[in-house]
């Protein structure tokens, strides 16, 4: 189970050091084993931030970041239960190696022990799991390899650890629709295996797709979590709505969103990250709701 309690990220800014930015601010959700929860927000709203620290590549400034009971320690072991997949694949691979030195180092680094011939079945066996062709990618090198190719063969290196949870930051971006699909319906496959998933995206289509819970993020803050359905269905805040009014829909002449103007987040006025439990798994925060009782002026 992957817990975040009230986890605050500030990066040191301006020319001298002299200032800070909040890019997280006192952000709470869970994931459990074979959940994926969506972290949804546009550009800036500190969604790969999150990532970064679910990782182990920056430090938490204030708050609790907690995997299985445990605080984040990157090294071997924690990597071994804990990997990431990010939106460009290229930049994951060394372009002179081909394809299967990225699994001979895991085999170094992770399996010592687990004979060569062992190791290669395995290999295989990961490689057809994320419905590739091992003859037809190992001995690859990533320029002769598709971004589709890239990505699942990311993704079965990730299934050849004691994979426990997984970080895919807009893995989905750079594929085409049908390619985007199909990776998808993997991680839906490791959330079978009873990995947890924090799937990062700005695309809410794609979000809403897999996700049994959702995060609103604005602005380093948590607007509105809870299960999709409901987030999705009924969306409170008028941040999310202001989303969902952006996508585009098949048959339908856009209209731009509307201001997000009835907020009191949004206004600077709310104070705190507080969060209502509107209905069972729904939150949402302060938003000038009828009934919250603390909307600011
Ligand atoms: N190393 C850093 N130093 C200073 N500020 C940073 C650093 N990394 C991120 N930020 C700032 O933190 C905020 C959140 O950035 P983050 O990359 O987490 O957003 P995001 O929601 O993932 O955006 P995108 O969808 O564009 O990737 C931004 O204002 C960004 O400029």
Request: net charge neutral; charged share 25%.
């Amino acid at each position: 189970m992957l817990t975040l309690d009230r986890v605050t990220k500030t990066f040191r800014a301006g020319a001298f050091g002299g200032g800070s930015t909040t890019a997280v601010d006192r952000v709470s959700f869970e994931v459990a084993p074979g959940e994926l929860v969506s972290l949804i927000g546009e550009s800036g709203s500190g969604k790969s931030t999150i990532g970064r620290m679910v990782l182990g590549l920056t430090h938490v400034s204030a708050g609790s970041l907690t995997l299985d009971g445990e605080r984040v320690r990157p090294g071997k072991d924690f990597y071994r239960r804990v990997q990431g997949v990010f939106q460009d694949p290229f930049s994951c691979y060394n372009p002179v190696f081909k394809a299967d030195r990225v699994f001979a180092l895991v085999h170094r680094a992770y399996h010592p022990g687990v004979p060569d011939k062992e190791w290669a079945d395995r290999v295989e066996a990961a490689v057809r799991d994320v419905r590739l062709d091992p003859g037809q990618v190992l001995g690859r090198y990533p320029h002769q390899l598709s971004g589709g190719q890239l990505q699942r063969l990311l993704i079965a290196r990730a299934l050849l650890l004691d994979l426990r949870f997984l970080v895919a930051d807009e893995i989905t971006s750079m594929l085409d629709a049908s390619t985007r699909i199909d990776v998808l319906n993997l991680l839906a496959g490791l959330k079978e295996r009873g990995l947890g998933v924090l799937y990062i995206t700005h695309d809410l289509s794609l979000g809403t797709y897999l996700a049994e819970r959702t995060v609103v993020l604005r602005s380093g803050r948590v607007v509105e979590r809870g299960d999709t359905q409901k987030v999705f269905g009924n969306p409170l805040h008028p941040y999310t709505r202001t989303l969902l009014a952006a996508v585009p829909r098949l048959n339908q002449p856009w209209t731009a969103a509307e201001p997000v103007e009835a907020c009191a987040f949004h206004a600077g006025g709310a104070r705190d990250t507080d969060l209502y439990e509107t209905e069972p798994d729904h939150f949402v925060a302060c938003a000038g709701l009828p009934d919250c009782g603390r909307t600011s002026a």
